[in-house]
Structure formats: structure tokens, C-alpha cells
T-cell receptor, first 111, second 114 residues
Framework: EAGVAQSPRYKIIEKRQSVAFWCNPI?????LYWYQQILGQGPKLLIQ????????DSQLPKDRFSAERLKGVDSTLKIQPAKLEDSAVYLC?????????FGPGTRLTVT | GNSVTQMEGPVTLSEEAFLTINCTYT??????LFWYVQYPGEGLQLLLK?????DKGSNKGFEATYRKETTSFHLEKGSVQVSDSAVYFC?????????????FGKGTKLTVNP
């Protein structure tokens, strides 16, 4: 069974630029999550999708972050404009209620 | 609110030493509890879990018991190996079968020396 795929693995941008991350969850997993992991901290949930609908985006900074999952499969997370404090690893996960299934993450550095 | 507190790291042990990483939680309901591991350069992997009080999760020689009375889920291993060097995260899912969000602790870095 293929795991959760994410790209790119690394991204370096300047502040005020925009960036997008892509995630392909495990086939058949209806629930998809984006987490932000700042260095030295545990992951923090940004947004949860059920199929192509948003279940919870209460911790998503909506003035600069957006996410979509148009066909209920792949998802993209966008930051525009980026700030220095957005430097983190962005993790995509699917179906974590019973545990498991995180992608390798995208490490974003904002300079 | 819901939160997880882990012992501060880093933890450095010699091979074959006994490992304990403390984890306590605060939750309003009856959470499920998890330990995740993140090896260098890799993504988070589920190590073990427990879904109700007194359950013991175990995997790869690691164990943790869900203690409702002390709101704890301490991770233990009797004899660590160099390959166990990683960052360990304690986490909870606040509800059973409902919302599937995970709340994580800050992580504890373990280094095992030969």
C-alpha cells in the first residue's frame, strides 16, 4: 500500500512570497489533514477535510493560508504572503483517528 | 482544553539501557492515546496506541499503559538500541469515533549511543 505523498520536500522562499504544497493521501482515505510542525514543537492541526469538504479549519490563519481538496483526493495548501514565522514542516496525513499515515512533510524556510 | 505534556529532552542513553519517556494529558472526554516516532529525515510513524483506560499498547519492544487515574501514558522499553534514536511524540485524540484531530506533545528526542 502506497503511503501519503507530499511535494516538494523542501522549499525556500523570501517573506511576502507565495508557496503551495501538494498532498496525495492513501487511496480510499476520505479524511485528510494538514499539520504545521514548528521546530522543537509537536504538530498542530491546521485543517481537516472529509472528502472535499472542510470539517475544521479553526486553527488555519485564513488571512494568508488557504487549502483545497477539489475532487476529494489530492489537496493543496497555499501560503500567501509568507511570513518568517511560517517556517516549519507542513505535514499531510490521512485517517489518523486510529493512528498512522503521515506523509514525509514539506520543510519550508522563509527568509 | 485538551493538551499533552511530555518530559523535556533530549534523552541520551547507552545501548541496552531502560527507557522511560513520561507523558501526561488533559482531556475533557475519554481520549485515545498514541505514541508516534519520527526517525531522522522521515515522517511521523505510529508506534503504539491505547483507546481506553488500562489498555496497554505495545510495538517493537515499546509499551505504554493508559492510566486514567494519573492521566498518563508513559512510554517504556526495557533495552534500547542505537536504531531507536528518534524523536518521540505523545498524542491524544480527544473523542472516541468522532472528531479525528490529534493533539501532540512537544516531542522528546532520544539518542542511544553504542
Amino acid at each position: 500500500e502506497a503511503g501519503v505523498a507530499q511535494s516538494p520536500r523542501y522549499k525556500i522562499i523570501e517573506k511576502r512570497q507565495s508557496v503551495a504544497f501538494w498532498c496525495n493521501p492513501i487511496s480510499g482515505h476520505a479524511t485528510l489533514y494538514w499539520y504545521q510542525q514548528i521546530l522543537g514543537q509537536g504538530p498542530k492541526l491546521l485543517i481537516q477535510f472529509q472528502n472535499n469538504g472542510v470539517v475544521d479549519d479553526s486553527q488555519l490563519p485564513k488571512d494568508r493560508f488557504s487549502a483545497e481538496r477539489l475532487k476529494g483526493v489530492d489537496s493543496t495548501l497555499k501560503i500567501q504572503p509568507a511570513k518568517l514565522e511560517d517556517s516549519a514542516v507542513y505535514l499531510c496525513a490521512s485517517s489518523v483517528a486510529t493512528g498512522g499515515y503521515f506523509g514525509p512533510g514539506t520543510r519550508l524556510t522563509v527568509t | 482544553g485538551n493538551s499533552v505534556t511530555q518530559m523535556e529532552g533530549p534523552v541520551t542513553l547507552s545501548e541496552e539501557a531502560f527507557l522511560t519517556i513520561n507523558c501526561t494529558y488533559t482531556a475533557t472526554g475519554y481520549p485515545s492515546l498514541f505514541w508516534y516516532v519520527q526517525y531522522p529525515g522521515e515522517g511521523l510513524q505510529l508506534l503504539l496506541k491505547a483507546t481506553k483506560a488500562d489498555d496497554k499498547g505495545s510495538n517493537k519492544g515499546f509499551e505504554a499503559t493508559y492510566r486514567k487515574e494519573t492521566t498518563s501514558f508513559h512510554l517504556e522499553k526495557g533495552s534500547v538500541q542505537v536504531s531507536d534514536s528518534a524523536v518521540y511524540f505523545c498524542a491524544l485524540n480527544p473523542t472516541q469515533g468522532g472528531s479525528e484531530k490529534l493533539v501532540f506533545g512537544k516531542g522528546t528526542k532520544l539518542t542511544v549511543n553504542p
